[in-house]
């Protein structure tokens, strides 16, 4: 079910496909928003962490819930929705089960709030100068959410301050930053 106002995208394979949206699927409904598996008792929180350069920035969503896990959780997380991540940009992998897929929002279980480390990763050409920072947030107070560079060698409280670097190679993958939430 779709509230009025929410939309979806989908994707085919190369090729494309067809798809029949008739008068007979409709349905009424009066709950919510129809996010199927949602309470109103279940423990939310979220954040989105953004890289910005001069000319432009980029943002990732995390979530944390009670119906998510480490791995995909079909509905809660997705990847880039174009066939190549952009050349400047900022997404996530999945913490188990990782299959290299970028993901452009992810959702791991609340429970893991106080003890996982995401992978990110941030794409930028060499020599270009990027803050990294939390756009916005709604964590609980006492929540730590620590930016490692493993090449820098640095640790930073993003919740304290942002972090500034310019990469020696450009940038395109994964291994090199981490969010931990402590």
Sequence with gaps: KLAPGQGFFVSSKTGGGTIAFTPA???TGTSDDFISGRSQNQNLAHLNIEVAKEN?????ALYFNDNATLS?????????????????????RLVEDNLGKDMAAQSVSYSDLNNVAIPLGINITQGEQAVVSIAEHNIPEGTT????????NTFTNLLEGDYTFKPATTLNTTGRFYLHFG
């Design 145 to 152: 959410v620590v930016l490692e560079d493993n090449v820098a």
């Design 72 to 92: 995909m959780d079909p509905g809660y997380d997705s990847e880039m929705f174009d066939a190549n991540t952009p050349a400047f940009s900022i997404y996530s």
């Design 25 to 27: 699927m409709r349905r």
């Design 56 to 60: 432009g920035a980029y943002r990732t």
